[in-house]
């Protein structure tokens, strides 16, 4: 492996494209350089904390102040660690001008509805991982928030139970899960309830211990309260010197109007920047790896148009139904009130979708790679009923085991028509894909689970291998496939000479199986957008207007299903799906790349 | 071109009747080459019902005594080895032997008589494989010709390099053998072309959307044409003193792989139609200069105890041979897809490894936005595309992609395709597929005459100056990466050897 990177940290954009730097390594000199959008907002003369180790001398800085050591009750900070000192005023020449208050910043990162299943199986976990790899600053704090009893203990315990290490790291493990546990707190209140997040404000102050205070809110609760956690939280525990910001979880809302009135009520507290909506899918490795593909490549940009491409296909299955779902707001009576063109299509398919399909941005940052989404988004038809396909599982025995309906299930009405599967074909309207189907699939109780991207390529023109094979081969098209889960891979499905002294063609793989190349471990979803939003990265996060834009986008099929009540088409738990599918795919002359005769 | 097992079916199953002489039976390529592809092709149910094969060699021998040769060499597929002995044997049986001069039209004739004999008064093809030394060449044709022809079928000569030494010889050559034969009896054969992964090739590009729209100066920084050798003459310099790498393996090998890379999407498959094509890239081509040469020659090495010989320490080597046993080129084809294009090439025995291949190598993203937060290294980090015709046929294709982890890291990765691992079955050997065309009347894969004289219209002048002005050759140690001076001169057109960067 040749990397083009040299630089050791867990991120290594440099500031000139990252104002506010992705370094991980807090207390390395990157930090510093990186930080200056955040001393902007400080009052001058605060003392630094760093734990620069190679330059352990206490320095005075420009002004005059002298730093010294801030009493801190958390256990955990170690002081001979995190020895205080300046940075010397030449390292950093353009930043003088303000005081060098590096790593005088604290994080706190409140998780609330710490009780649930979310949080205890993706949050803590993902902030342990951080930890583990050095990407958390030097001082942070861990607070869990929900209405149970609970004592900072038995948070710690009911936390300790799910984090694990990486694989190729087991060495201390034990230590620094220790370490990270007790950095951990509980605060119980109502989520509604001012007073109590007035407490739970000035215990963070205590933690904070006089540092800069920067805080992160991660909204793992049903939607319904929100509004309620974010008028509390904004009004009773914000930072008073540094930034706050909210994570919030899908449902947004469930359609154009109420997905319109949370974002109002949220921007009564919040400004857009400090509104950080998730969706999981955008921190994924592989769409990630996306934007890298098509720009770092010269091979691919040329091909990405509608002059080449004949289809995309956005593709996601799972093989179980709605009885394995986590997370509380992921439960039952979530789904049936959502169904799945609200829980995937919506976010997850959409966002993908924009991702691929938007003009290069002018840089990798935040808001220019959101606002080509956005354009994307905007330049794309409302989906209409007849590009729609739904279903939903019925029950199907298959070797004596019985697999139940949706409907069997006791939380779901008897008459429910919410579609556990859909499928949809849409249309972008500039210059680049019109005419392009995009396909989007999604679906509960399969036979596979699997999430990818198809991109099928136009048949050649004119080949002249046609004569001799006749027309099969304009249906042998090329394919990109890009497998965002599980076993991440990308192929590229090209066609070859079966070796041997006759001529036949077939169809190969040119192959990148990411187990056989990268061993190391590949983050979850959740590491890497907690990271980013400790950071303020703000590329993998939704912003209104795309939200919007979304909605609008699905609000007007998702109406007239609901009043046409139309019947979804069934399909035993277990199959390929509705047939449905392979119709609407055929009405634009496209097939499923995922059900061809080779997967 | 569909699937050829039994290309005999339809008509003349029994009226035909297929003789294969080869001519020099005796020699090393026959024994190693022809008679194992023959046999291959006999395994294959790809030769027809009546076929005899005939040895022809000066040596006195019986049939027996030929088969009995024949017989060290065959080698079954390793997949099918059931009833091996039984298909060889009955395999030897066809094959007979005829004494003679080489320059006999009597003897020749006495080998008509015994063609006739096993033809029984069927359709009669001849196919005759010459495997002699060049001087004999016309020799043979002459009494081949007059005297050993079909009379109501084909008659077909194989002929292999070297097709004379420059421009003239190779002229005298084709005009002596179109004294007897029409050009649609000649078949020279370059067996690179009929190597697995060179005749993917055209599938690669045509058969496939994405790449031939990348398939210009558009898109590709240079293309490269590696050829190496990790073993040097050996005691066997005689022949090579007198020819040189650059005759021995760039002006038919490399050229010839150059011009089906780089030619014109073609009317069709035809043989013709691709040839024209091919002869179009020949003819746009600039004839190569000294300046865009680099040539070595290999000398004595001492490694870990081992002593590897000089070339000029073969025996059947002059002292003071300046014969080049490497050489890298520049060559440039003036025309509207590849203008300043580089198609580097590079050949050389003694080197540190064995591999032939084709590279392509693309140009930098242009605004790439990934290259702010990487410095520079990212305009190197292009893409690449690499057809390993030799050994482990391989199709790849190095692209960016990030790292897998929380930072934004990226490398350069393969997309891979593994023949060994994709496609268990044996490739065949590339004589067996030349031999099957030839037999076929398919010309895709042999030398046309004027393709022949563009090819040596490219390399006489150069190869009279590097004679005429002595150049010494630069020398390389035996089993090392070859003389530096193939770096700079892929430096001088700004590039870099995708082989020799590190990363493979």
Not at chain 2, 2 to 31: C, H, M, Q, W, Y
Request: aromatic content about 10%; charged content about 25%; hydrophobic content about 35%.
């Amino acid at each position: 492996m040749s990397s083009l990177s040299s630089s050791p940290h867990c991120r290594s954009y440099s500031s000139a494209a990252y104002p506010i730097s992705s370094s991980c390594n807090y207390g390395h000199h990157r930090t510093a350089i990186s930080s200056i959008s955040l001393k902007q907002l400080l009052p001058r003369k605060v003392s630094v904390q760093s734990n620069t180790k190679a330059r352990p001398n206490v320095v005075p800085s420009e002004d005059g102040a002298v730093v010294a050591p801030i009493e801190n009750e958390t256990p955990s900070n170690k002081l001979g660690d995190g020895l205080l000192s300046i940075t010397l005023p030449e390292e950093f020449e353009d930043t003088t001008s303000f005081d060098i208050n590096k790593d005088k910043s604290t994080v706190s990162i409140t998780v609330v509805g710490a009780s649930g299943d979310l949080a205890k199986k993706k949050i803590f976990p993902a902030l342990f991982a951080l930890y583990y790899e050095d990407c958390l600053p030097e001082h942070f704090t861990i607070f869990g928030y929900a209405r149970s009893k609970m004592t900072d203990a038995e948070l710690r315990n009911m936390i300790s139970r799910t984090l694990t290490c990486r694989i190729d790291k087991r060495a201390n493990c034990d230590e620094k899960m220790d370490q990270f546990l007790n950095r951990c707190f509980y605060h119980s209140g109502q989520y509604d309830s001012q007073n109590n997040f007035a407490e739970l404000d000035k215990k963070l102050k205590e933690h904070e211990g006089g540092r800069i205070s920067n805080r992160l809110f991660y909204l793992s609760i049903p939607p319904n309260i929100f509004t309620a956690a974010v008028r509390c939280a904004s009004l009773s525990a914000s930072s008073a010197n540094g930034w706050t910001r909210v994570i919030v979880e899908k449902p947004f809302g469930r359609d154009s109007e109420s997905s319109a009135a949370l974002t109002n009520a949220l921007k009564q507290y919040l400004e857009e920047d400090q509104i950080f909506r998730i969706d999981h899918y955008l921190g994924k490795e592989l769409v990630e790896n996306l934007s890298v593909l098509r720009f770092s490549n010269l091979i691919f940009e040329p091909l990405w148009s509608r002059q080449y491409i004949r289809s995309v296909q956005l593709i996601f299955s799972e093989d179980f139904g709605t009885e394995g779902r986590e997370g509380i707001f992921l439960s039952l009576k979530y789904f049936d009130n959502y169904g799945i063109i609200r829980d995937i299509m919506q976010n997850h398919l959409l966002q993908i979708l924009a991702l691929f399909a938007m003009e290069t941005p002018v840089s990798l940052d935040g808001e220019d790679i959101r606002n080509e989404k956005v354009k994307v988004l905007r330049s794309m038809r409302p989906l209409q009923l007849e590009d729609v396909v739904i279903g939903q599982y019925k029950s199907h025995t298959k070797g004596g085991v019985s697999y139940p309906g949706y409907t069997d299930d006791k939380t779901v009405p008897k008459d429910s028509l919410t579609p556990t599967f859909a499928a949809a074909s849409l249309f972008i309207d500039n210059a680049r894909w019109d005419g392009v189907p995009f396909l989007m699939k999604a679906g509960k109780a399969l036979h596979t689970k699997r999430a990818e991207i198809r991109v099928q390529f136009r048949h050649v023109p004119g080949n002249l291998y046609n004569r001799n094979f006749g027309t099969d081969l304009d249906q042998a098209t090329n394919e990109l496939v890009i497998r965002v889960q599980p076993d991440e891979a990308i192929y590229l499905t090209i066609n070859n000479k079966v070796p041997g002294l006759g001529m036949r063609l077939d169809r190969s793989n040119l192959n990148l199986l990411y187990a056989a190349r990268y061993s190391k471990e590949i983050p979850d979803a959740y590491e890497r957008l907690l990271l980013d939003a400790v950071e303020g990265e703000r590329r993998l996060f939704i912003r209104s207007d795309e939200l919007a834009s979304a909605w609008a986008l699905f609000t007007p099929v998702l109406k007239e299903l609901e009043e046409k009540k139309i019947i979804p088409e069934y399909y035993p738990y277990g199959s390929r799906g509705p047939v449905g599918a392979y119709y609407l795919a055929a009405r634009h002359n496209v097939r499923w790349g995922d059900l061809g005769l080779e997967q | 071109m569909t699937e050829r097992s039994n290309p005999f079916s339809e008509s003349g199953k029994t009226e035909s009747s297929l003789s294969i002489t080869v001519v020099g039976a005796s020699g090393d390529l026959a024994k190693k080459k022809i008679f194992p592809a023959l046999f291959a092709l006999f395994y294959e149910d790809c030769l027809p019902e009546n076929f005899t094969v005939f040895g022809y060699a000066r040596t006195k021998m019986t049939d027996e005594e030929l088969r009995n040769m024949i017989s060290q060499t065959l080698t079954c597929r390793i997949d099918k080895r059931e009833n091996c002995d039984d298909k060889m044997d009955r395999f030897l049986k066809r094959c007979f032997y005829h004494s003679g001069q080489y320059g006999s039209g009597e003897h020749f004739a006495e080998l008509d008589c015994k063609l006739k004999e096993k033809e029984e008064g069927r359709l009669s093809k001849r196919l005759f494989y010459l495997s002699i030394p060049p001087n004999i060449f016309v020799d043979v044709v002459r009494c081949a010709s007059t005297r050993a022809s079909s009379k109501n079928g084909w008659t077909r000569v194989i002929v292999e390099k070297p097709f004379g030494r420059d421009s003239e010889s190779s002229g005298e050559l084709t005009r002596c053998l179109k004294q007897y034969l029409a050009e649609d009896q000649i078949f020279r054969i370059d067996h690179y072309l009929g190597k697995e992964l060179v005749e993917n090739l055209s599938v690669l590009r045509f058969s496939n959307l994405i790449f031939e729209p990348l398939w210009s100066r558009d898109y590709i920084r240079n293309v490269q044409f590696i050829f190496s050798e990790d073993f040097g003459t050996e005691g066997r310099g005689g022949y090579f003193d007198n020819y040189g790498i650059i005759r021995d393996i760039m002006q038919n090998h490399l050229l010839q792989i150059l011009a089906l890379f780089a030619m014109e999407t073609p009317v069709s498959l035809d043989a013709e139609d691709i040839r024209n094509e091919k002869v179009k890239v020949l003819r746009s081509m600039r004839p190569l200069q000294l300046e865009n040469v680099v040539v070595g020659q290999y000398k004595g090495h001492s490694k870990s105890g081992k002593t590897y010989p000089a070339y000029t320490d073969d025996p059947t080597v002059p002292k003071s041979s300046l014969t080049p046993t490497f050489a890298a080129a520049a060559l440039f084809i003036d025309n509207a897809r590849w203008d300043g294009v580089p198609f580097l090439m590079k050949a050389g025995k003694a080197l540190h490894t064995k591999r032939a291949e084709i590279r392509v190598q693309f140009r930098h993203v242009p605004g790439n936005l990934f290259k702010r937060n990487f410095g520079t290294d990212l305009d190197k980090a292009t893409n690449e595309l690499v057809l390993r015709v030799q050994p482990d046929e391989a199709i790849y294709l190095k692209i960016n992609n990030k790292v897998p982890g929380l930072g934004m890291r990226l490398d350069r990765s393969d997309l891979n395709l593994l023949y060994r691992a994709r496609y268990p079955r044996e490739i065949p050997d590339a004589y067996e597929r030349l031999l099957l065309d030839a037999i076929e009347g398919e010309r895709r894969l042999f030398i046309r005459s004027d393709e022949l004289d563009a090819a040596w219209a490219l390399f006489t002048p150069l190869l009279k100056e590097l004679e005429e002005k002595k150049i010494a050759p630069e020398l390389y140690p035996y089993g090392s990466r070859g003389p530096v001076g193939s770096h700079y001169l892929a430096a001088k057109h700004n590039v870099r050897w995708g082989d020799l960067s590190g990363e493979d």
